[in-house]
């Protein structure tokens, strides 16, 4: 297939989970045979640049088998191009919306406080298919729009880069007769919950048994969180995506911490590193989160929103019993082998993505 990917603003050197999800989506495609099309200054090694004078812009859209519209909270004008007179110009015969989180225009309020523009339901009837990254997502998404299919699709992760076998950062070397817990993020979204982790890590630095517990921070823009935190916390800034796995090698346990609401949404890309780097995951609620732990027996590995003490009293069972932290990191690790990677998350979208091409053109 020939995909304009749009709406996608890949950068090479990231932090930020929203690149890892477009630079899998993008590399697997090529890799499976499949042309991906983006914009000027979004370019991937391999993928073709679509021209932006008008004349050759129409020209090598027409040439394109799907549409394929990465959304995330605001609504693109892109959107319209669902419909006609724009979809009849370029002659889309798949259009595609990927929805990483629930829009904030159809929770009726943006960002700004500003009333949705009604973009998403009055474009959906022309959207053939629907990739939301949890059920809970396709449940909402379903209710809320006219889009003719609406399928799950989860993030991943990629175990030849995540793996148990990458060698430990430097600054870890001196962490190593600790018990190390990382959490990876930044506040960018409201969802996380850095409050829950002071308050456990707190309630550990005040406990004997407790003080062999370090916690680990890193993302950008989370220093001034730094100001009430105990001495076991440390944060160690943003850090390149790439070299992620050389700080997970020196961890023990991650963590996966939200506050209630739109966080359900969501499909944490830490979760499923954390996995693939074989650490077990403690995480707040979480639909998806919850399902995943079942599937390997860590589902008392689940606390409740906003309780130190859940978190406090885990990681200290954790830290007694070093051989239930290789069972369930072993256990995690190979359900990302097997499951939950990028090779599968592309492999099936591009699956259906052809089969309903398919059905369209046969008709």
């Not at 606390?303 to 990191?329: F, H, N, Q, T, W």
């Amino acid at each position: 297939m020939r995909i304009a990917y749009l709406n996608a603003k890949y950068k090479k050197d990231h932090t930020g989970g929203g690149h890892v999800h477009m630079q899998q989506f993008i590399k697997n495609s090529l890799e499976l045979g499949h042309e991906i099309w983006v914009y000027p200054g979004n370019q991937y090694p391999g993928a073709k640049i679509i021209p932006t004078d008008r004349i050759n812009h129409i020209r090598t859209l027409r040439k394109m088998d799907a549409l394929y519209i990465r959304l995330e909270n605001g609504a693109p004008f892109l959107l319209s191009w669902s419909l006609p007179p724009r979809r009849i110009l370029y002659g889309f015969p798949l259009v595609v919306w990927e929805f990483n989180t629930l829009p904030d225009e159809l929770t009726g309020v943006s960002k700004s406080g500003v009333k949705s523009n009604g973009l998403y339901e009055k474009n959906s009837p022309g959207c053939d298919l629907g990739i939301c990254v949890s059920p809970a997502l396709s449940e909402i998404i379903s209710s809320k729009l006219k889009i003719k299919r609406v399928i799950t699709i989860s993030n991943g992760s990629d175990p030849n880069l995540f793996t148990p076998e990458a060698t430990i950062a430097p600054r870890m070397l001196a962490f190593q007769d600790k018990f190390n817990v990382v959490w990876i993020g930044t506040i960018k979204e409201k969802w996380h919950d850095l409050d829950l982790l002071g308050d456990a890590a707190r309630q550990l630095w005040l406990h004997e048994n407790g003080r062999n517990i370090n916690f680990h921070i890193i993302g950008a823009g989370l220093s001034g969180f730094m100001i009430e935190m105990p001495p076991n916390v440390f944060y160690w800034g943003a850090e390149d995506y790439q070299r992620l796995p050389h700080w997970l090698a020196g961890m023990q346990v991650g963590l996966s911490l939200y506050k209630p609401g739109k966080s359900h949404y969501n499909s944490p890309l830490k979760l499923f590193d954390y996995m693939s780097s074989s650490l077990p995951v403690v995480s707040t609620e979480h639909p998806l989160a919850g399902g995943i732990l079942e599937q390997i027996g860590a589902q008392d590995l689940m606390i409740p929103y906003g309780d130190p003490k859940a978190l406090a009293r885990v990681l200290m069972e954790l830290a007694s019993d070093r051989e239930k932290c290789k069972r369930i990191g072993a256990a995690g690790r190979q359900l990302v082998v097997e499951k939950n990677n990028w090779r599968k998350a592309a492999t099936e979208t591009l699956n259906v993505m052809s089969e309903i091409l398919a059905e369209k053109r046969s008709n």
